[in-house]
């Protein structure tokens, strides 16, 4: 069989280290072609466009500074001529730009490609909510696997240990992306509950942003462990009114549930920001501009499209964490209210 290509489709903070890892992976592996091609959304940085800073200085100075990319990995600003003649790609880009991003590539896929998210969201569908991977699907026909897990980019960048999990469908692919991706610091195991371990990626934002209005608010480590209990909770019910396919609760016990939950919920930008919301009083968008240098929240809009099908659904009270976070976003709620929201959780009833 032929090396197997492979194209990162996205290069902000977590495309990046990733790139960092594939890149040094496929030289060790004759399974892949060495030379991986990495779409960047060209950006002028001190006069200079981001492509040629990567291509001669091998380092993303905007999204992942301090760290040197293999030589490999060559950045290339248009998606088709990146993607094009690729076996795999790897889909790696802030949710809300999936679809426009998809939509240039259709009819440019190679016959027999498949492709890997590591897209944290969830977007607006016909009936609710819709999964990033099912967007790709849809899209370019392909078949898609999930990668999700307690991963904050800069730390694996550093290779300081972790896990992850993928969550695919067909598992000679799970067996090629464990190949691609794992490394003696980055350690992947595969389930089979694709929609589960996505889901997970999405939803804990939505938690992660209640963690950091409780540490805006002052309150202490035992609150936040009840707004991550409390949570998981929710998760795992949404996960159990939404997903298609089986949902096994041992896959909250992977990477890609507790673990992720627990660091989003202490590091991470969606709790850093929901703290400096519930300290400032300014709005998401306004800190999300001044805080994070061009990177992308999340939390709060998948409590939007967490929010629509609850509603739809009628199910509100079930999920009111979820529901909290969203009114306190989107619906002028005083943060001070985030604890009374879960004072009458159907947990404790
Ligand atoms: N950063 C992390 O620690 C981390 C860890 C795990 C998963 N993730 C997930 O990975 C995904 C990508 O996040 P990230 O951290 O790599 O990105 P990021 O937020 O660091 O960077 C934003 C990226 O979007 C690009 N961009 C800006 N405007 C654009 C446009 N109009 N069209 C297309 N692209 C545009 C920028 O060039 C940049 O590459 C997200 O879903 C995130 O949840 C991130």
New binding site residues.
Partial sequence: MPPLKVCIV???????AIAKIIGGNVRKSNRFNPIVNLW??E?LINGRKLTEIINEDHENVK?LPGHKLPKNVVAVPEVVEAATGADILVF????Q?IS??CGQLVGHVKSGAFGIS????VDEGPDGLKLISDIIREKLGIEVSVLMGA????EVADEKFCETTIGCTNKQHGAIFKDLMQTPNFRITVVEDCDTVELC?ALK?IVAVGAGFCDGLGFGDNTKAAVIRLGLMEMVAFAKLFCKGEVTTATFLESCGVADLITTCYG?RNRKVAEAFAKTGKSIEELEKAMLN???L?GPQASAEVYKILKQKNLSEKFPLFIAVYKICYEGTPVKEFISCLQNHPEHL
């Fill in positions: 996205g290069s902000g903070n977590w495309g990046s960047v959304f950006e999204y790696v880009l802030p949710h730009f426009r991003v590591l897209i944290k969201g991963n904050i980019a800069s990626g934002n991470g061009g990177q992308k999340q």
